[in-house]
Structure formats: C-alpha cells, structure tokens
T-cell receptor, first 118, second 113 residues
Framework: GAVVSQHPSWVICKSGTSVKIECRSL??????MFWYRQFPKQSLMLMAT?????????EQGVEKDKFLINHASLTLSTLTVTSAHPEDSSFYIC??????????????FGPGTRLTVL | AQSVAQPEDQVNVAEGNPLTVKCTYSVSGNPYLFWYVQYPNRGLQFLLK??????LVKGSYGFEAEFNKSQTSFHLKKPSALVSDSALYFCAVRGTGGFKTIFGAGTRLFVKA
C-alpha cells in the first residue's frame, strides 16, 4: 500500500513551453501533497504544499506564477512549470501524507520526474 | 527553526560489517524523525520513523535507528551491510503540530564487496 506515482518520469521540452507533471496517490486519499525539487547531489528543497480544494502554500523564494499547483482531487496533484527555461531543469519529486495530515504521518514519495529544458 | 544535520557526505563500509549513518536535529518541542533511502533517479523510500516510545526503532530492510534525546541524534544503523544497501540516505525531522518536513543534506553509503 501507500503508492505514489508520477507522470511523466522524464520530459524534455523547449525553452518557453509549459510542462505539466502529475502526482497520484494510487491506493489512498491524500488531502495534502508536497512538491520538492532536487538538484544533482543535493537534498530535497520543498517548493510547495498542495492542499485539496484550496490554494497551494509556496515556500519562500518559489515563484507561484511559474510553478502552478492544482490539487483537484484527493488522489491527484499537478505541477505545471510555465514558460520553462534551462535553469528549471531538475528532478521534481512529489509526496503525499498517509493519514489525516497529522505531523506523525509518514510521507510517501513518487519516483520523480526528470525535467530537461533545452 | 527546525534543522537536520548529516555530518558525513559519504560513508564507506565493507559488506558484512555494521554500518552507521549519523543524524542530528534541532526542533522546538518533541521531534518526529524519519529516515529515507534514495536509489539513483528514483524517489525516496521510507525506512523508519520515531514518533514516541521505545528509543530503538526498527524499520525496513534490517535497518534500525536509535533516538537519543540528550544528544539530539537519530543515527541509522544496520548490523551487517549489504552491497545492495549502497544508496543515498536522508534523515528528516518534523516538529510537533506541523507536517512540513525538513530533510538533511543526505549521506551517500558505499558498501564494498
């Protein structure tokens, strides 16, 4: 149980285009999902907290107009990188809390999406 | 403010030997502590967590971690390392009442046959 999927697993796009990444909790409902960015050989940087039915909460320094997050249902959150540029190339990982969003909940992670912007 | 420190960028161990990956934390209130493992180009896999109770927590793949409140540490251990344990390990902390998780910088474990 507690499987989180991401689609696509990798994507290459041209500079200026937009890319949508999907994150799904396959066997549980997730009122809260998280989006992270990971640079090579570095830790995870929390970008935003995605709440079902409401606006996402962005971390300081993350452009909300560039990284659009939609949490339309209890099993799906999407991250859209708008007008992508080469500096947006990174490994994007989503996660979901198994539980009622309590601080003791375990986070389960998707396999990640490798974005390369040419 | 919450923080996590993993003082070693890399740990090298021979197969069959015990391994330890170190983690120290700083958080106000009671800490909730987690260990995750990441294989190349993959997401993170949950290993174990400490919420309350017994200071020694057992997790997946034979790993365990010991919570030490006085030293604010949560070191990951395994009695006998396997080559397949080679991966990137992350320690994470969450404070009471919140669910924002702070991750350490990661420690790369190399197990040599």
């Amino acid at each position: 149980g507690a499987v989180v999927s991401q689609h696509p697993s990798w994507v290459i796009c041209k500079s200026g285009t937009s890319v949508k990444i999907e994150c799904r909790s396959l066997d549980f409902q997730a009122t809260t999902m998280f989006w992270y960015r990971q640079f090579p050989k570095q830790s995870l940087m929390l970008m935003a907290t995605s709440n079902e039915g409401s606006k996402a909460t962005y971390e300081q320094g993350v452009e909300k107009d560039k990284f659009l997050i939609n949490h339309a249902s209890l099993t799906l959150s999407t991250l859209t990188v708008t007008s992508a540029h080469p500096e947006d190339s990174s490994f994007y990982i989503c996660s979901a809390n198994l539980g009622r969003a309590a601080s003791t909940d375990t986070q389960y992670f998707g396999p990640g999406t490798r974005l390369t912007v040419l | 403010a919450q923080s996590v420190a993993q003082p070693e960028d890399q740990v090298n161990v021979a197969e069959g030997n015990p391994l330890t990956v170190k983690c120290t934390y700083s958080v106000s209130g009671n800490p909730y502590l987690f260990w995750y493992v990441q294989y190349p180009n993959r997401g993170l896999q949950f290993l174990l967590k400490y919420i309350t109770g017994d200071n020694l927590v057992k997790g997946s793949y034979g790993f365990e971690a010991e919570f030490n409140k006085s030293q604010t540490s949560f070191h990951l251990k395994k009695p006998s390392a396997l080559v397949s344990d080679s991966a990137l390990y992350f320690c994470a902390v969450r404070g009471t009442g919140g669910f924002k998780t702070i991750f350490g910088a990661g420690t790369r474990l190399f197990v040599k046959a």
